[in-house]
């Protein structure tokens, strides 16, 4: 695993090399700035398979992405949030989730008693659409699931939703979700005069696995690049 020096004097090598030694230093905090948003780009690739394939495709991809992967019980908000239909219940997800991989409910059926159901993303045009169709619809093997943020209802893929509205015509007794958490921020030295990055400012170095190393560095100084330019 990198130090915090070994990933400072390695993006200055490449940043050097890149910008032909044209471009002004950078100071520790907005190298760290730099590193993070790289490697949550690649986090966001890797998932994706815009690099290599998508998360779960290989083995390899899976356990570069491993140590990011958690699971929570999502937490039932009773009051003070909107619902789209009455009966539907909203979950608050975890504030560090980047993607979901996994979702599943206990849902209590009148005569089979507890069951597990797969969770289905659908939109708010999808859900008119499906919410009643015996097929495509929620049964006792499938919930539907609408998502939205604090700010009103989002897209459904995006990734920053805060909430999730969840719609069985039998009654949720728990969800389940699993993800990938967003990574934990890259901060080559100790921050000073209340400077943060993601709300933390102690050195800490990169925490995934180290074949993914040179990606988060390209990508980083990519990004430098390209505000250096501008």
């Known amino acids: 695993?990198?130090?915090?020096?070994?990933?400072?004097?390695?993006?200055?090598?490449?940043?050097?090399?890149?910008?032909?030694?044209?471009?002004p230093g950078l100071n520790e905090y907005e190298k760290s700035r730099f590193l993070t948003d790289a490697q949550e780009a690649v986090v966001v690739s890797l998932y994706n398979g815009?690099?290599?394939?998508?998360?779960?495709?290989?083995?390899?991809?899976t356990d570069y992405?491993?140590?990011?992967?958690?699971?929570s019980n999502g937490e039932f908000i009773g009051v003070g949030v909107p619902h789209v239909v009455d009966g539907t219940k909203i979950y608050k997800l975890p504030d560090d989730m980047l993607f979901r991989t996994l979702e599943l409910c206990t849902v209590n059926t009148d005569d089979c008693g507890n069951m597990t159901a797969?969770?289905?993303?659908?939109?708010?045009?999808?859900?008119?659409?499906?919410?009643?169709?015996?097929f495509k619809g929620a049964n006792e093997r499938r919930v539907l699931r609408l998502a939205f943020g604090q700010n009103g209802f989002s897209d459904i893929a995006h990734h920053k939703t805060d909430y999730s509205e969840l719609y069985s015509t039998f009654d949720i007794d728990s969800y389940t979700v699993r993800y990938i958490k967003r990574p934990e921020p890259i901060i080559l030295a100790d921050l000073d005069d209340?400077?943060?990055?993601?709300g933390e400012n102690k050195a800490k170095t990169c925490k995934l696995d180290e074949a993914i190393h040179h990606a988060i560095l390209m990508e980083a100084v990519k990004l430098a690049k390209a505000v250096w330019n501008s």
């Open 1 to 23: 695993m990198k130090t915090v020096d070994e990933w400072s004097l390695a993006f200055d090598q490449y940043y050097n090399n890149i910008t032909s030694n044209q471009a």
């Open 50 to 61: 815009t690099i290599g394939t998508s998360f779960e495709e290989t083995e390899e991809v």
């Open 65 to 71: 992405l491993s140590p990011l992967v958690k699971q």
């Open 118 to 134: 797969n969770v289905v993303p659908v939109t708010q045009d999808e859900f008119w659409r499906t919410m009643r169709n015996p």
């Open 194 to 198: 209340g400077l943060t990055i993601r």
